[in-house]
């Protein structure tokens, strides 16, 4: 949520850029300047009747003490004669308090000066590109691959729950498991501490780090007690720090954490949620950082490259994109998503999303820093997917197809236990049906 001084003293600048959302946000934003403008007469009326109210009770103490009755009831009238004054403009106070904050609730955060004005993703700057390798054969979809091969089953999953929950299994289940452990052991390498957070949050929880009102639509809310499934970690990770003040020295504070993730992804349709291109159920790495506001920028390079650093590792081909302002987060002042290549599909997977919030979470949050002067600032946060799983493993299982089976990255034989998922579990299934059948007729 963006800060009222702050639009009052960069009113021109916030209108230019939240116009690369492609949205005029001009009469809002007056508005929103009106209602504070409001809010502080009121409050200044407000506060002088209070200073009255108290002055005048003091008197009261005072004359009674002094044995001027006469005098205490004549103020005990005034006293009374401001209350109805007093509890008008408390209430026109809440009133115009409540709307001044709806109203920031629906103003998304400033794109830094490097977001580009664009309508949508297809706008987004590409500004790093590994090489995609050259294969001369088909390659299976992993949606075939994974049934073939039994380690994936998204029939079973539909039958348990329904589509977008699939069930791991064999040599998928631990590639998944591997994943995880590898991403976090490098996040902790980095410096991060682990966190094993709830997987449900309250609503101040979701209002605060952006997620609602903007995408409730898209969360799965448990009714009964009013609580949400996460969408990733970064909404409960971020929230530890809820109505803090920092000492400076606490200064970067460094969170990593493994989640299944929910998300309704209403509306979604088409090739693009085929397999693992798109679930409601879904298990990633998040990174979360909390920053001095001078540094911030600093550490989204630094997020960038770690990231980087992972794909490097999985042998996965990559590019990053900075997104224009048509595709922007609401929360976001500027993101960096990171997209694999399938070479089955044919196409780019997004697995990973970086981005710098600035203040605005932070403001939501009431998180600040003490700079040990008397001065205290909201800081920066920022978080990132260090990776999501389903579309790298949907890319490593499509990339990685030879004649002897799926090879499995050198990087993850330690975790994994094998260096490949072979063919030959194909050939026992079909040996062992086969087996089965002959039994069946014999008998």
Excluded at 150 to 159: R, T
Excluded at 323 to 347: I, P, W
Aim: include cysteine; charged fraction near 25%.
């Amino acid at each position: 949520m963006l800060q009222v001084s702050y639009i009052k003293d960069n009113f021109a600048n916030v209108v230019s850029n939240l116009g690369k959302r492609n949205i005029d946000f001009t009469k809002q934003l007056q508005e929103i300047i009106e209602l504070d403008d409001s809010r502080k007469k009121i409050q200044s009326e407000y506060d002088s009747i209070l200073n009255e109210s108290n002055k005048i009770a003091k008197d009261i103490g005072f004359l009674y003490k002094s044995g001027k009755e006469k005098e205490a009831e004549n103020l005990k009238l005034k006293s009374i004669s401001l209350k109805p004054k007093s509890k008008n403009l408390h209430d026109e106070l809440h009133r115009i308090s409540e709307d001044l904050k709806a109203k920031l609730c629906l103003i998304p955060n400033v794109p830094h000066d490097l977001v580009v004005k664009g309508l949508n993703e297809e706008e987004n700057e590409i500004i790093f590109s590994t090489k995609i390798p050259e294969k001369e054969e088909t390659l299976i979809p992993h949606w075939e691959l994974s049934s073939k091969l039994d380690i994936i089953d998204f029939d079973l999953g539909n039958k348990i729950t329904g589509s977008g929950f699939p069930v791991y299994k064999n040599k998928g289940a631990k590639l998944q498991r591997s994943l995880i452990n590898f991403f976090l052991d490098k996040n902790i390498s980095k410096g991060y501490n682990e966190i094993q957070p709830p997987l449900l949050v309250n609503e101040v929880s979701g209002f605060s780090t952006g997620q609602l009102p903007d995408k409730e639509g898209q969360m799965y809310h448990v009714q009964n007690d009013n609580l949400y499934l996460i969408p990733t970690a970064e909404v409960p990770l971020t929230n530890i720090y809820r109505d803090s003040i920092l000492k400076i020295d606490e200064l970067p504070i460094k969170l990593t954490g493994y989640t299944p993730c929910f998300r309704r992804e209403a509306g979604s349709y088409g090739s693009d949620v085929r397999g693992l291109n798109r679930l409601h159920q879904f298990d990633k790495v998040e990174i979360v950082r909390i920053e001095c506001p001078s540094k911030s920028y600093q550490v989204l390079d630094e997020m960038v490259e770690h990231i980087k650093s992972l794909l490097l590792d999985l042998e996965l081909p990559f590019r990053i994109i900075r997104l224009c302002g048509g595709d922007l987060g609401f929360t976001s002042a500027l993101t960096y998503d990171f997209e694999v290549y399938s070479m089955a599909q044919k196409k780019w997977l997004e697995v990973s999303s970086v981005s710098n919030f600035e203040s605005f979470q932070a403001n939501r949050l009431k998180v600040r820093v003490n700079y040990g002067d008397k001065s205290k600032k909201l800081v920066h946060t920022l978080n990132g997917s260090s990776l999501a799983l389903p579309r790298v493993v949907a890319a490593l299982i499509e990339n990685n197809q030879t004649n002897e089976g799926i090879k499995i990255p050198k990087i993850l034989h330690n975790y994994t236990g094998f260096k490949i998922i072979d063919w030959l579990l194909l050939n026992w299934n079909i040996n062992n049906l086969v087996w089965n059948m002959l039994i069946l007729k014999k008998d």
